[in-house]
């Protein structure tokens, strides 16, 4: 009888792939394996497959590790594997098992037998590893659907850490919650932990209650910001030891995310959930439906509770309406209060309410002028600059400080200008009633109009536009918190008076360069 070789996915996730008789087969991200992970290499695994002897030799072909029942695989080793071996086409992830149809003669009176091996020790001399058989008790399915032990990873550098503990269970189902404030409080009462070890379980019902999910099935996830290990006051290894014993506590197997960074992964921004559902999760697709996050940073005003300060920010709720998942506060779900009463502030800005605005053509004037743009960094000032240069065929040339340094030179090139004959648009924030009477001034020694166009973008806008542009690594730099207050600080609102011919409102007008930056622009990307 002629013996087949497949490689079965655990989860069912694709049609097992078959290994031809003493054919290399390759097996990576692809469409075969349904395996979307950017980590996994499209050539990660070589097998050529034996069915007459029952082996197979695999190779791992990618940069990063493969496994054999947690024990990493080394680059370009050749290891032999038998029957029942389960192959972790990236390490703990994406897990498959070996087998062959018959299988060999001495496994078929023990079919709920399964296998671990040990590799053996390594030898220079050496290419060619076998892994060694031995026969345990428990079947393939209910050792590989666990993680085996403990892990952390580390993501874009240090942008991201993901704990995961032994006993994970990958699902369609999340429960996923913040960390401070609703699994733990500190002991010293204080807001911020004085320590690592300055931590308590917030509600005597937390580990009872992630226990219930669990043993519905629920994939426990934990969800938190940290930026004190960013910028360099809590060190990650201390950090790690908090968390490896605030789960040791909990008593329930847990996958944390921790954003360290300002990037992409720190809520209410999407991106440790999305590293979640396309990397962590082996491929299986998750139920938004049945799924829902709980966090204490959900806008609630002062004295929401008797005595109860208001909340730091938005992010934990922002965070689930940005992926529409069902959200709860920590005293709605542990304690079953109801928050039909509880104000909650809501967010400044509000992306999705933004419109894309028709051009309005009264900006460009047939005579020679100066155009002064008033309004916050990252109100669009200077696309609106671009789109007067283009939609006047260049006749309007922009001076603008961030590139020139000093609003000396900006007058000095726009001097030059008028005198080549061209209008000039002025691209600066000029708040105030001083900044804005050089430009009048300057306008009145070369005999020309001069006028201003005031940006309607509030300053929330400004400073989502602001997070958007780093987001995308748009070639803007970076404003900070201060520059928006001083902005609002010092600003005057424009009128005739200062010596402007008109005044003129433009509202904010969006362009987006793919679908996929316009979805992350009408995210909230702000925390409050």
Not at 131 to 143: D, F, H, I, R, T
Not at 163 to 182: E, N, P, Q, W
């Amino acid at each position: 009888m002629s013996r087949l070789c497949f490689l079965r996915c655990l989860l069912d996730t694709h049609a097992p792939i078959k290994l031809p008789h003493n054919v290399q087969i390759i097996v990576g991200r692809n469409k075969e394996t349904k395996i979307k992970d950017q980590s996994c290499s499209r050539q990660q695994l070589s097998l050529k497959a034996d069915c007459e002897k029952c082996h197979v030799e695999i190779k791992q072909l990618g940069v990063n590790a493969s496994g054999l029942d947690g024990f990493a695989l080394k680059k370009d080793e050749v290891y032999e594997i038998g029957h029942g071996s389960t192959i972790e086409i990236l390490l703990n992830n994406h897990v498959h098992i070996l087998e062959f149809d018959p299988p060999p003669e001495s496994l078929t009176t023990s079919q709920n037998q399964t296998f671990k091996r040990k590799l053996e020790d390594d030898s220079t001399s050496q290419r060619k590893k076998s892994l060694k058989v031995e026969q345990v008790s428990s079947s393939v399915k209910e050792k590989v659907e666990k993680v085996i032990r403990d892990m952390w990873d580390e993501i874009d550098k240090g942008e991201l850490y993901v704990f995961t503990a032994k006993g994970v269970k990958s699902s369609d189902k999340i429960a996923s919650f913040d960390m401070d404030g609703t699994l733990i409080k500190t002991k010293s009462g204080k807001v911020h932990p004085v320590d690592i070890n300055d931590w308590q379980i917030a509600f005597p019902s937390v580990p009872q209650k992630l226990k219930e999910f669990l043993e519905k099935d629920y994939k426990i996830v934990l969800f938190s910001n940290q930026a004190p290990i960013g910028n360099g006051r809590v060190k990650i290894e201390d950090f790690k030891k908090k968390i490896e014993s605030i789960v040791q506590k909990l008593n329930v197997p847990v996958q944390a995310y921790i954003a360290t960074g300002k990037g992409i992964y720190r809520k209410p921004r999407i991106g440790m959930w999305m590293t979640l559902t396309e990397k962590k999760n082996d491929g299986v697709k998750v139920d938004m439906n049945q799924s829902f996050y709980c966090g204490d940073a959900a806008g609630r005003v002062a004295n929401w509770a008797p005595g109860k300060k208001k909340d730091h920010s938005l992010a934990d709720k922002l965070f689930a309406e940005n992926l529409e998942l069902k959200f709860y506060t920590p005293e709605q779900f542990f304690l079953g209060h109801s928050i039909a009463n509880v104000l909650m502030s809501k967010p400044e800005f509000h992306p999705k309410e933004v419109t894309v605005e028709p051009f309005n053509n009264k900006l460009i004037s047939k005579d020679k002028e100066i155009l002064i743009l008033v309004g916050f960094p990252g109100s669009g000032k200077s696309y609106l600059a671009k789109q007067i240069e283009t939609k006047s065929n260049h006749k309007y040339a922009t001076v603008c400080r961030d590139i020139l340094g000093s609003w000396q030179k900006c007058a000095a090139e726009a001097t030059k200008l008028l005198q080549q004959g061209k209008s000039v648009i002025v691209d600066s924030t000029n708040p105030d009633v001083e900044s804005r009477s050089r430009w009048t001034s300057l306008a009145k020694q070369n005999k020309v109009d001069c006028r201003c166009a005031k940006m309607a973008t509030s300053k929330a806008h400004a400073q989502h536009n602001n997070k958007f542009r780093e987001l995308m690594k748009i070639n803007h730099v970076p404003v900070n918190d201060i520059v928006f207050h001083t902005y609002k600080n010092k600003f005057t609102e424009p009128s005739p008076n200062e010596g402007f011919k008109e005044v003129i409102e433009v509202k904010f007008n969006p362009c987006f360069e793919s679908e996929e930056a316009e979805n992350l622009y009408r995210m909230h990307l702000l925390e409050k």
